[in-house]
């Protein structure tokens, strides 16, 4: 007898709930016609003791199938099956997404939207299974009977206080004084740079930025409707001649850098380049915005803006996505007291107080327990290994890392000669890999021979066999006569 498959058995592997398990039923009554449109669902009392299950599991699982829109309620007379059911959108069923430019934009899209089963070697953030799983869970649970205010009320202008506290005593680890008057939390270390652009741009205004550059710098800064410049980056940090000659000649309002692990690079900043950083930022009133959100990479403390300059014209921001999770969104922003006022009321009339405070006690919760530092000494000890890994295998492609760095999990490689990593990572990405092109990274694109990998997320070895494959593809595509 031939078998209809139910198109819900593909759900992933792993061990359903029982309210899972019933709705997966329902679903599978509906797309198998056993439940038409307009039928009414078994009640709750007989479908529970058909399923051996409580009655509050059904009354859940109806309740989760009515909010999906596959049922609906009918005061006093039951569920129904809707008229108007669809059966789940599978993502094949889209087509190919629209063609559009290679950017950071592109970048972004096909990171985020992939689904977990994609090799994504281009996305900015580690597996889901390096984080620390068992303490976000004891957090959580914590927070569950936490009381109803933390549950549902907005979160105060400036965040939390015991998290304020814990980054205070982390500054000052390593020399930077700062007060409780100078820190702020924000929803996201994304929002904490768009809101200093807020505060200190208008359109038409000059910012400088590292070449190459986190791309979502740029996405951030098109958006504000500023001019980009540029000043190369090399191993030690931006290229001084440069800088000094950009600061006379365009005279920018911020320069945004990452001075820790850089991105996309992995270099780190020399304290001869931060010195002379700092002393022409002095000299043409320039403020920097200091993104460290790979500092806890780092295996030893490398040099900083923030720490010698004090927090007078230099803006420390990060968050904890890299580290603890991209799901609990938390920034924050260390500044000088008058802009921390400033940039205070701008997250209110922008956001209405600051981030969850949910988010927010759950990352104090983990970071002030013993497991967080213990977790990121095992992080920093598998991206060592992983780094080494990645190298060894893009090797034979003649896939050379720019520099091998001290800490986190970006290599920043040059391309066999001929190749441009833009097409690459379109053939790339016709065989499910998600690639980070250089030109992303760059404002002059001149990074086209370029591509930043995550060591972290290299693990699937399809990764190198897919990248041989579009190189190959490329060089034959480059030898057919024009």
């Known amino acids: 007898m031939s078998h209809t498959p139910n198109p819900d058995m593909a759900m992933d592997e792993r061990v359903m709930t029982r309210t899972e398990a019933l709705m997966h039923e329902v679903r599978g009554r509906i797309a198998g016609r056993a439940l038409a449109p307009g039928d009414r669902l078994p009640s709750i009392r007989r479908f529970a003791s058909a399923m051996d299950v409580s009655p509050s599991t059904v009354v859940e699982a109806y309740d989760r199938l009515a909010a999906e829109g596959v049922i609906r309620a009918r005061p006093g007379s ?166 000094d000659n950009i600061l006379a000649t365009e005279r920018p309002r911020l320069y945004i850098t990452n001075s820790g692990l850089h991105n996309p690079t992995g270099a780190s900043l020399s304290s001869q380049t931060a010195y002379r950083v700092l002393s022409a930022a002095a000299s043409h009133d320039l403020t920097i915005v200091e993104d460290e959100i790979f500092a806890d990479f780092d295996p030893a403390l490398s040099a900083r803006l923030a720490v010698p300059d004090g927090l007078n014209r230099v803006i420390r921001v990060g968050s904890f996505s890299k580290t603890l999770s991209a799901s609990v969104r938390c920034g924050y922003i260390a500044a000088r007291a008058d802009w921390i006022e400033g940039l205070t009321d701008l997250q209110i009339a922008t956001g209405f107080g600051g981030p969850s405070p949910v988010a927010t006690e759950l990352i104090a919760g983990v970071l002030a327990g013993g497991s967080y530092r213990k977790h990121m000494e095992e992080v920093r000890r598998r991206l060592v290994r992983a780094r080494k890994d990645a190298a060894q295998r893009l090797a034979p492609l003649d896939i050379v890392p720019w520099l091998m760095p001290r800490g986190g999990y970006y290599l920043w490689c040059r391309l066999p000669d001929g190749i441009d990593s833009a097409a690459l990572a379109r053939r790339a990405m016709a065989d ?51």
Not at 150 to 174: H, K, N, Q, V, W
Not at 433 to 452: D, H, K, T, W
Not at 454 to 480: L, P
């Open 78 to 243: 039951g569920f129904y099956v809707t008229a108007h059911h669809q059966p789940p959108m599978v993502l094949g069923e889209l087509g190919a997404p629209r063609a559009r430019d290679v950017d950071p934009f592109w970048v972004s899209r096909q990171s985020l939207d992939a689904e977990s089963s994609v090799p994504k070697p281009g996305c900015g953030w580690l597996p889901a299974d390096w984080m620390p799983h068992a303490a976000l869970r004891k957090g959580l649970r914590k927070l569950a009977r936490a009381g109803d205010a933390m549950l549902c009320d907005y979160g105060s202008t400036r965040g939390s206080p015991a998290l304020r506290r814990l980054l205070i005593a982390r500054f000052a680890e390593e020399g930077l004084d700062v007060t409780p008057g100078q820190v702020m939390l924000t929803g996201s270390g994304t929002q904490a740079i768009d809101l200093v652009c807020r505060m200190l741009l208008r359109p038409g205004d000059t910012v400088l930025v590292d070449d190459p550059c986190y791309f979502n710098f740029l996405a951030l800064l098109r958006a504000h409707q500023v001019k980009v410049v540029g000043v190369p980056y090399t191993p030690t940090g931006p290229d001084i001649a440069a800088f």
């Open 432 to 482: 499910g890999i998600v690639l980070a092109p250089g030109n992303v990274f760059s404002v002059s694109q001149s990074a086209g021979e370029f591509m930043r990998f995550n060591v972290a997320q290299m693990a699937d070895r399809r990764i190198t066999a897919v990248i041989k494959s579009a190189i190959e593809q490329e060089r034959e595509a480059g030898a057919e006569p024009r």
